[in-house]
Nanobody, 118 residues
Framework: VQLQESGPGLVKPSQTLSLTCTVSGGSITANYYYWTWIRQPAGKGLEEIAYMTYSGSTYYSPSLKSRTSISRDTSNNQFSLELKSVTPEDTAVYYC???????????WGQGTQVTVSS
């Protein structure tokens, strides 16, 4: 399974960050898979943002829930992230991750740097 993030590398404060993960080598509806967005600010640890299961159920990190939306496009085998009202504190490398079981984090995209700046 391969994952590839895509989206703008620069977002202005107060705007919406939108990223898409294209999955190949496996279906996002395959039984028991979890599809997660994770980010890592420079010099800090990994932070789970949200995930969607193979059946379409979703989970959001409580600290980001009010600003986050995760969705999927099964026809294109993609899942996406929207993070609203961004601030410079949202600057990070964003990863999409696939798990064959509950959050095993088996497959990682290469990551995409997103900078929030005017």
């Amino acid at each position: 399974v391969q994952l590839q993030e895509s989206g703008p590398g620069l977002v202005k404060p107060s705007q919406t960050l939108s990223l898409t993960c294209t999955v190949s080598g496996g279906s996002i509806t395959a039984n028991y898979y979890y599809w997660t967005w994770i980010r890592q600010p420079a010099g800090k640890g990994l932070e789970e943002i949200a995930y969607m299961t193979y059946s379409g159920s979703t989970y959001y990190s409580p600290s980001l829930k009010s600003r986050t939306s995760i969705s999927r496009d099964t026809s294109n085998n993609q899942f996406s992230l929207e993070l609203k009202s961004v601030t410079p504190e949202d600057t990070a490398v964003y990863y999409c991750v696939g798990s064959s079981r509950y959050l095993t984090y088996d497959y990682w995209g290469q990551g995409t740097q997103v900078t929030v700046s005017s």
